[in-house]
């Protein structure tokens, strides 16, 4: 748990997650109000190729912006870190086609769990195509997005190399069935130094659902995140969304909000 005061935590990870994205690109560009982050080797992933807004902007403005700075992209993606600046861009942003998605900041305020009842390990996509990792990522991956290409599917997955880059540390950990297939995953980004942990993607493949694969993935995430000495622990969560309720169950308590916007 974080010895910090709520509004401390907030800015905290908000530069944690300014700091990911910068990082993990392949390319950054200053915008007015923010930064484009870019990566075409993983083109099809709206993370790696969006607009962040980090600073004062016109809300009134931002699709002009976007469409100015993103001409050469199929999609629009924009990622309003301040929750004000972010409410108040809403109608201008959905007049202009987009869709919009709050995002939930949520910090671990319970005690540190103990060790689940499946094994959790840390895994690498590796050089492998057929590697555990890859292919239980890959195959949910078909079956959320059943009608997706090749490409698309390939960059959603392959996507989490360039990760490794945006944090000190970045781990895959998985869970594992009693036959050694993988069950449930989940990315950990740790910043010892400055005591900073980020839980994301938790992930069960549809087969294993509701036998607590998550569960064990995260207290494992969370156990490791605890040793490395980050006590702010912290996950992201759609408003609108199951898991939203399912963190809050677990110790993960509301901070702040983010606004993403996005146009096919």
């Known amino acids: 748990m974080s010895q910090n005061d709520p509004s401390n935590d907030l800015q905290r990870i908000i530069d944690f997650r300014i700091s990911f994205a910068r990082r993990q690109a392949g ?20 993370e790696h190729n969006q607009l962040h807004i980090t600073g004062p902007a ?14 050469f992209l199929p999609h ?13 861009s809403v109608p201008a942003l959905e007049q202009a086609g987009y869709t919009h998605v709050t995002e939930v900041l949520m910090v671990h305020t319970g005690p540190v769990p103990e060790a689940g009842a499946a094994d959790v390990v840390e895994r690498e996509l590796g050089p492998d ?14 079956r959320w997005m059943p009608d997706a290409d ?18 000190d540390e970045v781990l895959f950990l998985a ?26 993607e938790v992930a069960t493949a549809e087969p294993y ?5 998550a569960d064990s993935v995260l207290a494992g995430a969370l156990r490791r995140a605890a040793a490395a000495g980050c006590a702010l622990r912290f996950l992201v969560a759609d408003q609108e969304d199951w898991p939203l309720r399912w963190y809050g169950r677990r110790g993960f308590r509301a901070v702040g909000r983010v606004h993403s916007f996005s146009r096919f």
Request: hydrophobic share 40%; charged share 30%.
């Open 175 to 200: 869970a594992h069935d009693d036959s050694g297939e993988i069950a449930s995953w989940a990315d950990l980004y740790l910043e010892p130094a400055a005591g900073v942990a980020q839980i994301e």
């Open 76 to 88: 629009r993606r924009i990622t309003v870190h301040d929750e004000a600046l972010g409410l108040i």
């Open 209 to 213: 659902l509701r036998r607590g694969y």
């Open 150 to 167: 090749e490409k698309t599917v390939h960059d959603l997955v392959e996507r989490r190399t360039a990760r490794r880059a945006g944090a």
């Open 58 to 71: 016109d809300p009134e403005g931002l699709p002009e912006l976007a469409d100015e700075v993103m001409a």
């Open 129 to 142: 195509p057929h590697g555990l990792l890859r292919r239980a990522v890959t195959a949910q991956q078909w």
């Open 27 to 46: 390319e950054v560009r200053e915008v007015p109000g923010g930064f484009l982050v870019l990566h075409r080797e993983y083109e099809r992933s709206h």
